[in-house]
């Protein structure tokens, strides 16, 4: 098995290539120098999109999301808290449907909040309607 992973910066995007035993040790990108994992929701748009689904060597947890969405809004800091708790075993990023209406309509979103796992650019899990941080958490775990 390779012992390389590769993981795209949620700062600028580079992807950086990293022993997998380093995960834990608070790696940080070799282009802009900064944390690799900050406990953070990364948000995604159209131009970042493909590039965290699919070359991330870590499993994407996404939370499709629109700001007009009360439940959405609701949720919102419950996935923040699941984040700290996730990572380095997966990242944790947001895509506004309502901004990034084309990436919305390729994965078939109906309803908001939908949570969609990607590992490897495909989606291995979905899941819609708003969680507590402790079920996003349970329910992530069992898909990654």
């Known amino acids: 098995m ?13 992807v950086n ?3 997998a035993s380093r995960v834990t040790e608070a790696p940080t990108c070799g282009k802009c120098k900064q944390a690799l994992f900050s406990a953070q929701v990364l948000e995604l748009t159209t131009a970042n999109f493909d590039r965290h689904i699919t070359r991330n060597d870590i ?31 997966l990242r944790l990023a947001k895509l ?17 909040p939908t949570l969609a796992v990607f ?3 495909q989606e291995v899990a979905r899941q819609a309607g708003a969680m507590g ?12």
């Open 59 to 89: 499993p994407v947890l996404v939370d499709f999301w629109a700001p007009w969405c009360a439940p959405c809004r609701g949720m919102a800091p419950a996935f923040a808290e699941a984040a700290g708790l996730l990572e380095p075993r």
């Open 17 to 19: 290539r990293l022993p």
């Open 133 to 144: 941080s402790a079920d996003i958490v349970r329910w992530a775990r069992a898909h990654c």
């Open 119 to 121: 590992r490897a650019g």
């Open 2 to 14: 390779n012992d390389a992973l590769h993981l795209v910066c949620p700062h600028c995007d580079a």
């Open 96 to 112: 506004d449907t309502e901004a990034e209406q084309s990436i919305a309509a390729r994965f078939g979103i109906r309803s908001i």
